[in-house]
């Protein structure tokens, strides 16, 4: 992209700690000054009074063009999931290279890059899944790929196609700390899914309603229970995805209180919807609100705000996850499946900025801007060794901008679906926020809700094991 000289004027400036009205320079895709009255010749100039002027968001969980344990391949391509990100808010996203027994990590990296190369509208690095960890993966192929900028591992503790077993667990846990690694983990007891599957689908409770009591929140629990000790055994920080409950919150605050040192976090979906949504008599709407774990109660949702609060999780990502509405996605198992035949996972890279900010500006939670840019963009920059380049405003960082009008009023709707799901979770949300225009590195890739930028303007970001983690 060829480099312009840009002016943002008179901004409400959202630092991770603090808020300030100032002026912008942009100058060589960076933040070049930050300051009161700038008065310089600019090639644009963007007024921006009354407006906030924020860092790019950073969705650090979401699965795009990812084949999954099914062999379904997400819904998206990487240019329809980047455009639902940047007309979100987002600059910066983080998908997954998922490996299976038998596959070499290399190649799935390799291919995955493929996808991504001139296809992404918005910046990206990878989590590598390591479902097959042989001894060739664990001991050449993984620190080789360390080295070369894919510092992030995540694994599974159940799905048939996915989990690994304990010492599998401790052993890729070892090889992260000797290469500088961050491991991320989807942690639920999958013995106790198992058995509870079988038990529902012999006593025909196959609506969608019963995919909530498959995944009982004590198999959560027990899942957390179980990392966090590995992670404090082997003194290597892991990052537990998508809490779900209330329960598994409390084993968060538990293991943190007592000095482990590792990272939580939660996702839109968590904090907005809950499991009614599954109940209803149409199972071809209630298999929407599919995904794993479960979105939970009311109760589990108010928890989890406290949670981000008090600063037990630390960040909000969307685990976006789209399958289209279709037979060829929700339905690819017929028109009547039972609920472990509906593919897990809902699309979010959309709707995660809105929804958030929206509770945020409304006081409907107890946050305000600076730890919305913290749990949206700093701390994913931070844990996931971005930062200080994406994640905050600051002199030489990125120009990764979002200018929200605080004061537009949006109705999601399934009209407004870009991705490849072909349906909106929360249709019928009113926000009071929305992004007029977004910048990467300091070109306009969204104005006015339209895609500005091209398909290949977003590059691979090589990451490293920061010095926060």
Not at 100 to 106: A, I, K, Q, R, W
Not at 242 to 250: A, D, F, I
Not at 324 to 329: I, T
Request: aromatic share 8%.
């Amino acid at each position: 992209m060829s480099s312009q000289k840009i002016l943002i004027k008179n901004g409400t400036v959202v630092y991770s700690d603090k808020v300030e009205v100032t002026d912008l320079l942009i100058e060589d895709q960076v933040i070049e000054r930050i300051e009161n009255n700038i008065s310089v010749s600019v090639d644009r100039e963007i007024d921006a009074a009354n407006k906030l002027v924020l860092p790019g968001g950073i969705d650090s969980h979401c699965h795009i063009e990812q084949r999954s344990a099914s062999g379904l391949v997400n819904s998206d391509t990487f240019l329809s999931g980047t455009t639902a990100a940047a007309l979100g808010g987002n600059t910066t996203v983080i998908p997954f290279a998922a490996q299976y027994e038998g596959d070499s990590l290399t190649n799935i990296v390799q291919k995955y890059h493929e996808l991504a190369e001139n296809n992404a509208i918005v910046d990206y690095s990878m989590h590598m899944i390591i479902a097959g960890p042989s001894d060739d993966v664990i001991d050449f192929q993984l620190p080789k790929l360390i080295r070369e900028g894919h510092s992030s591992i995540k694994i599974f503790m159940t799905y048939d196609r996915l989990r690994i077993d304990d010492n599998s667990i401790h052993r890729i846990l070892e090889q992260a700390k000797q290469c500088g690694a961050m491991v991320s983990v989807h942690a639920e007891n999958h013995e106790m899914i198992t058995k509870k599957v079988k038990e529902l689908l012999n006593n025909n409770c196959t609506h969608p309603k019963y995919h909530t009591d498959s995944h009982p929140v004590d198999g959560e629990v027990d899942a957390f229970k179980r990392i966090i000790k590995m992670s404090e055994e082997t003194k290597q920080p892991v990052m537990i995805f998508h809490v779900s409950s209330e329960k598994g919150l409390n084993e968060i605050k538990k293991g943190k209180l007592r000095g482990v040192h590792f990272f939580a976090e939660t996702c839109t979906q968590y904090l907005s919807l809950n499991s009614s949504l599954l109940s209803q008599s149409n199972i071809k709407e209630a298999a929407k609100w599919i995904c794993s774990p479960p979105v939970r109660d009311k109760s589990d949702s108010e928890a989890l705000w406290r949670g981000i609060e008090e600063k037990v999780l630390d960040l909000v990502s969307s685990d976006h996850a789209p399958y289209s509405f279709d037979e060829k996605g929700k339905f690819f198992m017929g028109n009547n499946p039972n609920f472990k035949e509906i593919p897990n996972g809902m699309p979010g890279l959309h709707w995660r900025l809105p929804i958030i900010l929206n509770n945020v500006l409304r006081k409907q939670c107890n946050l305000d801007l600076h730890d919305f840019v913290r749990i949206t963009s700093t701390m994913p920059a931070k844990i996931y060794g971005l930062y200080p380049k994406k994640g905050e405003i600051r002199i030489g960082s990125d120009a990764d901008i979002t200018i929200w009008n605080k004061d537009k009023k949006v109705t999601l709707t399934d009209d407004m679906v870009v991705d490849g799901s072909k349906y909106n979770p929360y249709t019928g949300f009113e926000v009071f926020c929305w992004p007029d225009e977004v910048l990467l590195r300091g070109h306009t890739i969204v104005k006015n809700n339209k895609i500005m930028g091209k398909q290949n303007t977003g590059k691979f970001l090589p990451t490293k094991l920061s010095d926060y983690i």
